[in-house]
């Protein structure tokens, strides 16, 4: 297996074992970038010449005899709504195209701190609004599963989808409001963790709705999750909803164990949506008998009809929170913005007075409601999405498909897990394993069990066709 091959959780024993430096990781990955990048267009901007320079002094680092933090000297790469300080920032929109940030976000610095060696910035839906992964005025990326024709990579993190998944970098950073780090992760066969609300600080981060987003990691294996996610939970005094969080170490829950007696909800299929692709639900019914065969008792339920509607109330709160943040130029026709995520935005004011309010306190009492729900079950089993990967040029942004299933996540205030559970036509399909709030452990334990007895996450896009 080559270096590019290997997950963080990898190359740190490796680094640690003196197998190779963090210099050759690097430059590794920065070879397949030069060569990838042109076709894929998964970065923004590449830090070559940074990177290098980092690796070097972990190198260094590593020298001392000290210990160093587990992803000391490790590659990563961020969504361009991660802000550093002196450096663009675009959010994605092409009116920002050389928008230079003025702070540091936490996600940067925590990882930063890590150890962690930045190889550059990475395309992304403009604004965050949107998940099939489309940017008409910056450029969609490639979904690598495909190099013939151009699909959909998701949204809104779809240059981290790719870059991933195109073994670019060994994980990235996303966020999700709706979706936008688990469906990528649906579309290009990743692992990818939804948070809790208020478990990653999003100071200097570039918001689209402040009431439901959330940074979260995605990478090729849930150990690689459960590392990120310890560097990353923690209080951020920039950031007040991070500050009641516990503090747990969540690479416990990839330790060897058991499932037995963990408890799983499995939807009635009659309950997901018409347009759910055949292939979707059989690889979702058989992560069910998987689940089953390593002692979970999963049950067949019936979600509250509501559950299923959720995608149209959590658009509202949304549109409302992102035109609220952009209302000073979304306006203005003159800005480079694309027809799309101006659209989404402006629905807002179409909104009925009083419409945003009564929605908050509407999610409050269904909250309310499903946590009591939830109670006699661990997780919920779920598709991520409906439909493999289309077309690019199928596209219709108006489509209800991509977030139908991750959004109510979001709205409800849960965790959840992204994991890739089969393919159709050699595209990837997903499952989300969903927990309750602040019980990633709980979802991590389900997805390192269901990773273990399956080999979805090992398989790769064929890049021979680039010169990888």
């Known amino acids: 297996m080559q270096l590019h091959d290997l997950t963080l959780t990898e190359l ?31 970065f923004t901007e590449v830090y070559a010449k940074e990177a290098r320079a980092l690796a070097d002094a972990a190198d260094k680092a590593r020298t001392s005899g000290f210990p160093l933090p587990a992803l000391h000297g490790l590659p990563i790469a961020y969504k361009d709504l991660c802000d550093i300080a002196g450096r663009i920032g675009t959010g994605g929109s092409k009116m920002f ?3 230079i940030a003025t702070e540091t976000s936490n996600t940067v610095e925590r990882l930063t701190a890590a150890g962690m060696v930045p190889l550059g910035k990475l395309h992304m839906v403009e604004f965050a609004f949107g998940g099939w992964g489309t940017n008409p005025l910056m450029g969609a990326p490639w979904n690598p599963w495909d190099l013939k024709t151009h699909r959909v990579p998701g949204g809104s993190s779809s240059g981290t989808g790719v870059a991933v998944a195109a073994r670019l970098t060994p994980a990235g950073i996303g966020s999700d409001t709706g979706g936008s780090v688990r469906i990528p992760c649906a579309f290009n066969g990743l692992v990818g963790l939804k948070v809790t609300f208020g478990r990653i ?3 200097a981060t570039m918001l689209l709705s402040w009431s439901l987003d959330s940074i979260g990691p995605m990478a090729r294996c849930v150990e690689d999750c459960a590392l990120l996610l310890n560097a990353l939970a923690a209080p951020d005094a920039r950031d007040p909803t991070t500050l009641g969080q516990p503090l747990e170490d969540f690479t416990q829950a990839t330790k060897p164990g058991s499932i037995e007696g963990m408890r799983i909800a499995m939807p009635d299929s009659k309950q ?3 347009f759910t692709h055949p292939d979707v639900s059989k690889a979702w019914q058989a992560a069910g008998r998987t689940f089953e065969s390593l002692g979970a008792t999963v049950e067949a339920v019936r979600l509250p009809d509501w559950y299923f509607d959720l995608s149209r109330p959590a658009g509202t709160i949304i549109a409302s929170e992102a035109y609220s943040l952009h209302r000073d130029y979304i306006e203005d026709m003159s800005k480079a913005i694309g ?6 935005a402006q629905a807002a004011k179409s909104f009925t007075a009083g419409s945003y309010p009564e929605e908050m306190r509407v999610l409050a009492e269904r909250r309310r409601f499903f946590n009591d729900w939830f109670c006699a079950y661990d997780a919920i089993l779920m598709p991520t999405v409906a439909v493999p990967a289309i077309p690019l040029s199928e596209v219709d942004e108006t489509s209800p498909i991509p977030g139908y299933l991750t959004r109510p996540a979001n709205y409800l205030g849960l965790c959840g897990l992204a994991m890739p559970s ?7 399909l997903g499952i989300q394993i969903v927990g309750k709030p602040f019980a990633e452990r709980d979802v991590l334990r389900l997805g390192k069990a ?4 399956t080999d979805f996450h090992r398989r790769a896009p064929e890049l021979s066709p680039l010169g990888l």
């Open 339 to 344: 027809p799309g995520v101006r659209a989404r």
């Open 12 to 42: 740190s024993t490796g680094l640690a074992a003196k197998k190779f430096s963090s210099r050759e990781v690097v430059d590794g990955l920065l070879g397949r970038i030069d060569k990838a990048n042109g076709k894929l267009h998964a």
């Open 450 to 453: 269901f990773q273990d007895a």
């Open 422 to 428: 089969g393919q159709s036509g050699g595209l990837p």
């Open 272 to 274: 997901l949506p018409n």
């Open 97 to 99: 195209e050389k928008r």
């Open 201 to 203: 600080g999003l100071s």
